[in-house]
């Protein structure tokens, strides 16, 4: 990925799809990444709100979990995705960063045995995870981001850190906590900047199983097992949540043939790996 006169372009040097939102303001000169899931149940009905001028809100660009892109808004220019907020001294998060979409329900509720969207949709238990929210909410269900989805807003992260200079990302749960609580605890949020910020003392600590362990949807032995389930003796963990005797982790390795797995193990059989090793 690089950008072109503020627009983003694919390794070939071809601009991605562009669809011009009306709902922009001034001019830009960003200094953070806003990480926000749509709440829909697709790219294409968020690019269809977010360039309605009755919807008074954009982002710069939407990304389906098929990996697809489409930019709404330049970089430079002012999108209207972050309401009222604050970060670090900076008030009103519309004028310093840039905005990403990503494709994802957002909080699911129970209803019976099926997880089930605000609008209706019903959505597989493999597809969901069950936790409390950083900031206390919970616990809920909520959507996991797809693979592909978060490979290409890594990449995408990456092209806009180096043009930009960028200082941080942050979720909109961070800078309007008492408003929103997206993108959740679905997303990997530690281990995604500190991939982008690529400096040592912000990579989370790793840590491991000591046993073959069961990942489940949800922090319980009575919910189901995820697909790639037992994790093997060994296998590396990035950390996200505690919930009692059980925490959320990001599965740092392939598991029988399944990669970025998220779910819930039994935290007894979860150790930092030593910086040593």
Not at 16 to 40: C, D, M, W
Not at 181 to 202: C, H, I, Q
């Amino acid at each position: 990925m690089k950008i072109i006169d503020h627009l983003l372009h694919d390794d070939s040097d071809q601009p991605v799809r562009f669809v011009q939102s009306p709902n922009i303001g001034g001019k830009l000169k960003p200094e953070y990444l806003v990480i926000h899931y749509t709440a829909g149940s697709t790219a294409h009905g968020a690019v269809t709100w977010l360039t309605n001028p009755n919807a008074k809100a954009s982002a710069h660009l939407v990304i389906g979990r098929d990996g697809s892109i489409t930019q709404l808004v330049r970089f430079d220019t002012v999108a209207w995705h972050a309401g009222a907020s604050s970060w670090e001294g900076r008030v009103g998060l519309n004028l310093y960063s840039i905005g990403i979409e990503l494709d994802n329900a957002g909080r699911l509720a129970r209803q019976g045995n099926q997880w089930r969207a605000y609008f209706g949709k019903i959505y597989p238990d493999d597809e969901v995870i069950e936790a409390k929210h950083k900031n206390g909410r919970g616990p809920y269900g909520w959507h996991i981001y797809s693979e592909k989805q978060l490979e290409v807003a890594l990449e995408v992260g990456i092209a806009l850190f180096n043009e930009y200079g960028l200082l941080d990302v942050v979720g909109h749960d961070d800078i309007a906590p008492n408003r929103k609580t997206d993108p959740g605890p679905a997303f990997p949020m530690e281990s995604f900047r500190a991939k982008l910020l690529g400096r040592k003392e912000d990579e989370p600590p790793v840590y491991e199983n000591t046993i073959t362990l069961p990942i489940r949807a949800g922090a319980g032995s009575e919910f189901a097992e995820l697909p790639g389930s037992p994790l093997p003796k060994g296998t590396r963990l990035d950390k996200l949540a505690d919930e009692g005797m059980w925490c959320f982790v990001y599965v740092l390795d392939e598991i029988n043939g399944a990669m970025d797995l998220m779910g819930w193990v039994h935290n007894q059989y979860v150790q930092r790996v030593s910086e040593d090793e």
